[in-house]
């Protein structure tokens, strides 16, 4: 019984470490205890950092990330990019009263620095905060239970993607702290609303390819429950060119409304004569919300599952005009008045023609009156024909520095020979040219005239 009773004196000790073996091992290796066994002070809380590195700096910077990390798991909330600046600056954080209170390094043979640091924290200050956590996780549980129960009524009464848009709402405000339920983890939340898009179909019905019409309707692929999604946004994408004949890529949004489906126009006359135009559920502004919130990889997941729902219409728009050749020639005046030589506007409204798929024949005419034209035109060329014509002039000058600009005004007309009528008429346009030469600012202008004028024009020969 005495042997036993230095035993019974030594073991409180032995089980009050942390690691009987983990103490030992640091003793012989050289190590301080506290790089195993954190000591625990009442009243304040212990964190252990350690990097390893070629240079002793950054394998400093590494413990302090550590340090971080560690923290971070008991408030229960990443604070490392909030602090990290100030703990690699300072050593301290203010908000824990947290500071560097001892470190060791040792380098290996091979040159690699290996640096331990110790922190404390005040408990109190840290158990807070991890309280005040909590309570936003409460909070935030009792928000994303909300849009989920507002979710489930918009699906019940057919508007499926302002279901799928409270997902995506809660799943970014999910994305912005610790959630106290696995349901409502953004990934799950995310496979919901992917779940609802990959549901739906979109599809394109009575396409007239020529005036590109068609009906697009949202509609559920299952039909044990009524098909017809209502008020869906939906964007229809294609290609269209400005009034300079540059193409671009054009949208326009459209809503399902209360019948499940929209007539779809381009309402631009200067969308490209053939292509294809993409149906496609709108939801840009949940991914603008989203951005620098939600992991990246589940905002993919979502953009892939919407492109598998897309439909696409195939159009052709057809000359109004059938294959009745089309004759053009613009005069170019100067800015006294004089009759120039140049070509520049009439082969810019033939280029512009040309990309909308009009061919054109430029002509160069001797007479300045329609009445003369028409009669020049039947003699050369014969009966029949669509004719542009037209006139543009400089009408004001200057210089800017090194540069000279050119305002020129001007018109086309487009007449069928056949009949005598006005088909169209673009009325004055005005346009600006820049350029290091009187000549060259003369000439932009009167290209972007010829543009524009021209685009003008397209409506009239193709169908709407």
């Given at each position: 019984?005495k042997?036993?009773?230095?035993?019974?004196?030594?073991?409180?000790?032995?089980?009050?470490?942390?690691?009987?073996?983990?103490?030992?091992?640091?003793?012989?290796?050289?190590?301080?205890?506290?790089?195993?066994?954190?000591?625990?002070?009442?009243?304040q809380?212990?964190f252990?950092?350690?990097g390893?590195?070629?240079?002793?700096?950054?394998?400093?910077l590494q413990?302090?990330?550590e340090i971080?990390a560690?923290?971070?798991?008991f408030?229960?909330?990443?604070?490392?990019?909030?602090?990290?600046?100030e703990?690699?600056?300072?050593?301290?954080?203010?908000?824990?009263?947290?500071?560097?209170?001892?470190?060791h390094?040792?380098?290996d043979?091979?040159?690699v620095?290996?640096?331990?640091?110790?922190?404390?924290?005040?408990q109190?200050?840290?158990?807070?905060?991890?309280?005040?956590?909590?309570?936003?996780a409460?909070?935030?549980?009792?928000?994303?239970?909300?849009?989920?129960?507002?979710?489930?009524?918009?699906?019940r009464e057919?508007?499926?993607?302002?279901a799928?848009?409270h997902?995506?709402?809660?799943?970014?405000?999910?994305?912005?702290?610790?959630?106290?339920?696995?349901?409502?983890?953004?990934?799950?939340?995310?496979?919901?609303?992917?779940?609802?898009v990959k549901?739906?179909?979109?599809s394109?019905r009575?396409?007239?390819?020529?005036?590109i019409?068609?009906?697009v309707?949202?509609?559920?692929?299952?039909?044990?429950?009524?098909?017809?999604?209502?008020?869906?946004?939906?964007?229809?994408?294609?290609?269209?060119?400005?009034?300079?004949?540059?193409r671009y890529?054009?949208?326009?949004l459209?809503?399902?409304?209360s019948?499940g489906?929209f007539?779809?126009?381009?309402?631009?006359?200067?969308?490209d004569?053939?292509?294809?135009?993409t149906?496609?559920?709108?939801?840009?502004?949940?991914f603008?919300?989203?951005?620098?919130?939600?992991?990246?990889?589940?905002i993919?997941?979502?953009?892939?599952?919407?492109?598998?729902?897309?439909?696409?219409?195939?159009?052709?728009?057809?000359?109004?005009?059938?294959?009745?050749?089309?004759?053009?020639?613009?005069?170019?005046?100067?800015?006294?008045?004089?009759?120039?030589?140049?070509e520049?506007?009439?082969?810019?409204?033939?280029?512009?023609?040309?990309?909308?798929?009009?061919a054109?024949?430029?002509?160069?005419?001797?007479?300045?009156?329609?009445?003369?034209?028409?009669?020049?035109l039947?003699q050369?060329?014969?009966?029949?024909?669509?004719?542009?014509?037209?006139?543009?002039?400089?009408?004001?000058?200057d210089?800017?520095?090194?540069?000279?600009?050119?305002?020129?005004?001007?018109?086309?007309?487009?007449?069928?020979?056949?009949?005598?009528?006005?088909?169209f008429?673009?009325k004055?346009?005005?346009a600006?040219?820049?350029?290091l030469?009187?000549?060259?600012?003369?000439n932009e202008?009167?290209?972007?005239?010829?543009?524009?004028?021209?685009?003008?024009?397209?409506?009239?020969?193709?169908?709407?």
């Amino acid at each position: 019984m005495k042997r036993l009773l230095p035993l019974l004196l030594i073991l409180p000790l032995l089980f009050s470490c942390t690691s009987l073996g983990e103490l030992v091992r640091s003793q012989v290796e050289g190590m301080p205890a506290w790089v195993s066994s954190p000591p625990s002070r009442s009243g304040q809380v212990s964190f252990v950092g350690k990097g390893s590195a070629t240079v002793e700096y950054n394998a400093r910077l590494q413990a302090y990330e550590e340090i971080l990390a560690e923290l971070s798991v008991f408030l229960g909330e990443d604070v490392r990019a909030e602090y990290y600046r100030e703990l690699t600056n300072t050593e301290k954080i203010a908000d824990f009263s947290l500071q560097i209170i001892n470190e060791h390094q040792r380098t290996d043979t091979k040159g690699v620095t290996t640096v331990y640091l110790l922190a404390r924290a005040d408990q109190q200050l840290v158990t807070g905060r991890r309280s005040i956590i909590y309570q936003y996780a409460l909070e935030r549980q009792q928000q994303i239970s909300a849009l989920i129960t507002e979710a489930d009524r918009h699906y019940r009464e057919n508007r499926d993607t302002e279901a799928i848009a409270h997902y995506l709402q809660a799943a970014i405000l999910a994305s912005a702290g610790p959630v106290l339920e696995k349901k409502h983890e953004p990934s799950a939340l995310i496979d919901r609303a992917i779940s609802y898009v990959k549901a739906l179909q979109i599809s394109v019905r009575n396409a007239e390819s020529e005036t590109i019409q068609a009906t697009v309707q949202l509609r559920r692929k299952r039909r044990l429950i009524s098909s017809r999604v209502l008020e869906a946004p939906i964007k229809a994408y294609f290609t269209s060119a400005n009034s300079l004949g540059i193409r671009y890529a054009d949208s326009l949004l459209f809503n399902t409304a209360s019948a499940g489906s929209f007539l779809f126009l381009p309402y631009s006359q200067l969308i490209d004569s053939s292509g294809v135009i993409t149906f496609s559920l709108f939801f840009e502004p949940e991914f603008a919300d989203a951005e620098g919130v939600l992991d990246p990889a589940l905002i993919a997941q979502v953009r892939d599952a919407i492109a598998s729902v897309e439909a696409e219409f195939v159009y052709e728009r057809a000359p109004l005009f059938g294959s009745r050749t089309l004759l053009a020639e613009v005069h170019e005046y100067a800015y006294d008045g004089s009759l120039l030589a140049g070509e520049v506007a009439v082969n810019s409204v033939a280029a512009t023609l040309e990309g909308a798929k009009i061919a054109v024949s430029v002509v160069e005419l001797s007479e300045e009156e329609w009445e003369d034209q028409a009669e020049e035109l039947e003699q050369r060329y014969g009966a029949g024909h669509l004719v542009i014509t037209g006139s543009v002039g400089v009408v004001a000058e200057d210089r800017a520095k090194d540069r000279y600009i050119s305002v020129a005004v001007g018109q086309i007309a487009l007449r069928d020979t056949r009949t005598g009528e006005l088909l169209f008429s673009s009325k004055d346009v005005e346009a600006v040219g820049s350029g290091l030469t009187a000549v060259a600012s003369r000439n932009e202008a009167f290209q972007r005239f010829g543009s524009v004028a021209a685009s003008l024009c397209i409506a009239a020969l193709l169908s709407p």
